[in-house]
């Protein structure tokens, strides 16, 4: 990918892994065993957001329903206040971005393209486009304007995160190949909702959330592996990966690499042992799913 190559690397899933809290808790012993190759920063936006009201966390049979709704502080408090931090990380720095505007989106990548501490892009395109009422990331058409309005304002990869709540995942990541990204990840959390228990009042003060953890597990295999058949780009698997086997399944659907999410709640270092336990299993890997000859062009 663009002089970086991604293979058996571990990441963290955008906004799993509060990287800052952690030095604060955790010490300089946290740059010394820093639980990821590559950081991949919270979402930033352009202007600063509070998130949405609480509750915003429902546990569910093996996984998590969050509203958290991209709280940040926006353009200017991101590069004055956490890139400097973010910088003394001992592992290549990916600013995920997100806009409600292309011009939106490009305001973010050329100011913090800017930024040498950066090493890469991440675009999450789950968000509606203001302008077209479309989510960026499920719509095909959607997904190539966006990206090609960046592309011209970055040298650094830019990494596409899909997500699973598009009707064809696959065709998504080839229009964003086709306008120049350098990766794809996926998945971001599905759609889900609870329910306030005895009540019909939703549980979650945004109404709905996004789900992640184990439960996604099978749908994002799934989703990896239909993507990875159609695009040429390095994909990124995620989505309930908790274990050096989970995150081998994802390599054996076609994935270059795994992202870690939900499982940091559960064990900050949850990164450190999944790299461990994938690195003592690759060897075993004789054949991937595309390597048995099931690329369909
Ligand atoms: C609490 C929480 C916050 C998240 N925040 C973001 C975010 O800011 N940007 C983003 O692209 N994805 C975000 N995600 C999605 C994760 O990065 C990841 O795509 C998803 O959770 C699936 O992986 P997992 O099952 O390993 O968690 C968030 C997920 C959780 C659980």
Redesign the pocket.
């Known amino acids: 990918m663009r002089g970086f190559d991604l293979s058996g690397l571990v990441l963290n899933?955008?906004?799993?892994f509060d990287a800052i809290a952690a030095r604060r808790t955790f010490g300089d012993e946290l740059l010394e065993q820093f639980p990821f190759d590559v950081f991949v920063s919270?979402?930033i936006t352009a202007e600063p957001r509070q998130g949405n009201p609480p509750p915003r966390l429902w546990e569910t049979p093996g996984g998590?329903i969050?509203s958290?709704g991209?709280p940040n502080k926006g353009l200017d408090g991101f590069l004055a206040a956490d890139l400097p931090q973010l910088a003394e990380l001992p592992v290549p720095l990916c600013v995920?971005v997100m806009g409600f505007t292309r011009d939106e989106l490009a305001k973010l990548v050329a100011a913090v393209d800017q930024r040498e501490e950066v090493a890469m892009f991440e675009l999450?395109v789950?968000c509606p486009n203001v302008e077209t009422g479309l989510i960026m990331g499920a719509d095909p058409s959607e997904t190539a304007r966006v990206m090609e309005r960046v592309r011209p304002l970055t040298d650094k990869p830019v990494i596409v995160?899909l997500t699973p709540n598009a009707t064809n995942p696959a065709e998504v990541a080839v229009a964003a190949e086709g306008a120049g990204a350098d990766a794809v990840s996926l998945?971001?959390?599905l759609k889900g909702m609870a329910f306030r228990p005895g009540t019909s009042e939703p549980w979650l003060g945004a109404g709905t959330g996004?789900v992640?953890?184990p439960a996604?597990r099978a749908i994002a295999l799934q989703q990896v592996a239909a993507v990875s058949k159609r695009a040429e780009i390095p994909v990124i698997g995620?989505?309930?990966?908790a274990s050096g086997a989970g995150a081998q399944d994802f390599l054996a659907a076609g994935a270059e690499c795994v992202a870690?999410?939900?499982?940091s709640f559960r064990d900050p270092a949850a990164g450190s042992r999944i790299r461990r336990e994938l690195r003592g299993l690759r060897p075993k890997l004789e054949v991937t799913y595309l390597e048995r000859g099931t690329r369909s062009g």
């Not at 995620?238 to 990966?241: E, Q, S, W």
């Open positions: 899933g955008s906004g799993t919270k979402t998590l969050n958290i991209l995920s999450n789950s995160k998945v971001n959390t996004g992640s953890g996604v995620m989505g309930g990966i870690v999410g939900t499982e």
